[in-house]
């Protein structure tokens, strides 16, 4: 587990997925990317995907939890799927405009 600040750089340590935290929870948090846990950029990595976590990221998505309070930006696509504590992340949608009534 580790304490995530915004800001940070991150990589997955089983596939080429690499990431930035645009909002940090408070807290410790388990982030893991193809079932392994994500390591600092400059870090090695080495391992296989997990089958389980094989859904891969997108380049320019933004991925968060349902509580909001964790949002990762993908800068570098990849194989695995993002986790928080075991719990995927999904796609942040846009926001809807108001209406130009």
């Known amino acids: ?19 930035m935290v645009v909002v940090a929870p408070e807290g410790d948090v388990n982030l893991t990317c193809g ?3 994500v390591v600092e950029l400059g870090a090695d ?3 296989e995907i997990d089958a389980d ?10 991925y968060t939890n349902e509580a909001g309070d964790i949002e990762i930006l993908c800068t570098k696509p990849g194989e695995g799927n993002l986790a928080v504590d075991g719990t995927a992340l999904e796609i942040k ?3 809807p405009l ?4």
């Open 1 to 19: 587990m580790a304490v995530l600040k915004a800001g940070s750089r991150l990589k997955s340590a089983v596939c080429s997925s690499e990431l």
């Open 35 to 37: 079932g392994a846990p």
């Open 53 to 62: 976590h094989k859904g891969g990221t997108q380049m320019g998505k933004r």
């Open 45 to 47: 990595g080495s391992g």
């Open 93 to 95: 949608g846009a926001k």
């Open 98 to 101: 108001p209406s130009s009534d």
